[in-house]
């Protein structure tokens, strides 16, 4: 295994391409912006949709699954929404190939199947859902409408990036429906909250909740809930989104509900997604120069075990006390992995598990047996300390913990000091290329100024946060009244 | 909620497509072919993914995720397979829509946005894998490799059914890459009893193991071994398979590996899947003219507590009961279901339980508070029995195997007294016509004679059986030799 990542000083996009394919967590397919997600990145991915998928169903969510074509007549039933994702549409026109009678042993379209409507390959699944809903939903009996969906969905976008920005991506996307204005708006921020708990509690990823400017917002949303992360570079990543999307796809597809009183209303909606776009915010938010580093809960494996030995004997000798520990640390509920391979020395070992993250790695030599020691090194702050047999149970146990909670709070605290409130343009300006980082600052609320900053910058606001910071103030850039700071950012 | 189900015996074909739908399990969509998995239907699935997704993993298989697309040159590049789906196939030949000019508020395909290479739905992923796999094998050290996806399909149908066959189904589909022919026969005919395993243990549904005829094999495939069951209408359903792939797909894509000793030899292959064609089977396997019928194992909800009441003081005095019950069962594992809604009448939820099949129904009244005692339905057998408390929670337990092992017997028994060994071509048609069912009977194991058979009777072999009847004989049509005996049946 060849190491030598680019490290993030020199070229941080650099660095970021290349650990996700030696981490063996995805590459690129020959299918242009699409990404084969590998045995390891999935597993992460599986480790993520686990703990998402009970969070919905806690909060009363329920799976289903909705077709993966859409229509063009339904697609373009919402207009706004239509209009946001049209110019990224995969079309489906024919559903037929035959033999290529000009090229023996080839395939071509068969011109006689083609398609009387078009089929949209889902960017987005609000027009195939709310044509559904449409059929299940007549008094307020049915209501609310609470179901979630994973799926994948395709964008076809120019610039693709493993994880990040791709043509096909996995995500879940939730879509309820509810009897009022208020219990829909008040869905759509619990589940920013859900988010937020997730990429907190889980990724190790602190994030600002808040709500998107009117440019930003979702197309067909009336309001957009974000939750906003901050890269190791400086820049923003949006992490997740919950939509409140009043009544537009209600109307769209005329969804309307008898009230208890017996009057027809329209119904109330949300959306909301996270998709593998977190994958690669998990990356950028803990790993370093030498690999990948993960957080304990979401590793695939926390702790792995290398034997070190010269001949048979001692190699069996240290498997004994290898498995014999690995036994003992899977009664307590921690994934371990021995690896016992012959056809690798531990120290291209130590390199690969260094470079997929694992966050515990415990080394057995025969010394070691000797001893009745281990030694045991964390991926986080590559340290390492000689154990006693009879401390190591509990120690290993206390350290998922502590890397759990050290990764956040160095997050935490790298956010803190990325994070700068500005009072001048200029000063904006020149702080954003020098030192990066989330802005806050004040804005006037017009799209003209968001728009200026964006073409001159390349900053967009990630969100209005939702704190109680409140002060009110003047535009930096038009010195208008501003009722709150806003936060700044260059953006993935 | 109107039930009245059409009876199997006035229309089997009517009862299933009424049944799949009143007991929300899947719906119809707007999309030609495609179906909504209702919430109720994808909890089923969900246990069935579960269940197998762990038995993979135990055999060593981890999970992956390819895309959706698969070029024309790809596609096309192992023939049989390409010829075997090139009729069948979704295209997607544009990636944007716009603004129709003549029609405002529309939209249409961007003539200017056609790819230079038309895209491919997957029906199935052995191309775009093979490609994928080619960069990761080298050498034998990366061999066997064991991966499985879950993920979404599209044959494009002409005539579909719910569940059954649908232009989009969700399937799970391992591919395996072996360094020794032996090794990739013995992890398919493994992958082929994992399914059998997982029909009979978890869907109570019996199943032939079996290798199918020449004409019946997967494109592409050396071998495809099946699993057959039966279903109670005399139509056989074909519910697994999985290939010996040889090294088709490692020629067609040029995927060799270095030997220990340094020679460069082609990769053997395997693949195996199956979809949510199973719930379809899970359906017709058990379910009668009052609605579905569900193995505990798989039920979403194995028992529904109904109360009882007249007034708010008995509803109070029974929910307490219940909610204790509820908590006993659950310690034990049970998923247990509380219907305490107040908008729908005890008969009525009756009603519903039966159509969705809950394996137990326990009724809670004012009567049984004072006696102590409960009432216990079971669906299979629409029994009642009235329980006392102290031995509710032990025989509800005890239920959950009784069930299971219930259906199991009874579809074995069913299976077994529609099995007719025949000796002429006269006695098949006559009982394929009169009774149904899997026929054994001699073959001379030609394509002529399987042909001329389907042709005059709509029956196919389903399989040759893989089990130690090996007595020879004369094909029943021809009277040439015939080495053993294979199954026929009418097949869904």
Redo the contacts between chains.
Sequence with gaps: MAKNLTTREEDYSKWYNELVIKADLA?N???RG??????YG??IW?KMQAELDRMFKETGH???????????S???AE?KN?EGF??????????????DPDKP???R?DPEAKLEE????RPTSEA?IW??YK?WIQSY?DLPLL?NQW??V?R?EMRTRLFLRTA?F?WQEGHTAHATKSEAVTEAKQMQDVYATFTENFMAMPVVKGIKSDSERFAGAEDTYTIEALMQDGKALQAGTSHFLGQNFAKAFDVKFATKEGKQEYVWATSWGVSTRLMGALVMTHSDDKGLVLPPKLAPHQVVIVPIYRNDEQFDAVSEAANKLMKELRAKGIRVKFDNRD?HKPGWKFNEYELKGIPVRIAIGPKDLENGTFEVARRDTLTKEVLAKDVIIDHVVGLMEEIQTSLFTKAIDHRAAHTTEVESYEEFKTLLEEKGGFFSAHWDGTNETEEKIKKETKATIRCIPLDDNNTSGKCIVTGNPSARRVLFAKAY
């Design positions: 590459e397919s020959a299918v699409c990404m084969v997600i590998k045995p999935y597993a599986e329920e799976n289903a699954y909705f077709p993966l074509f859409v229509p063009k339904l697609f373009e207009e239509a049209a110019k990224e549409c995969a079309v489906v026109t024919h559903y037929r190939l035959q033999n042993g080839k395939l379209v078009e089929l949209v390959v195939i044509k559904t059929g009996r179901i799926a994948n395709v076809w096909e996995l056809t």
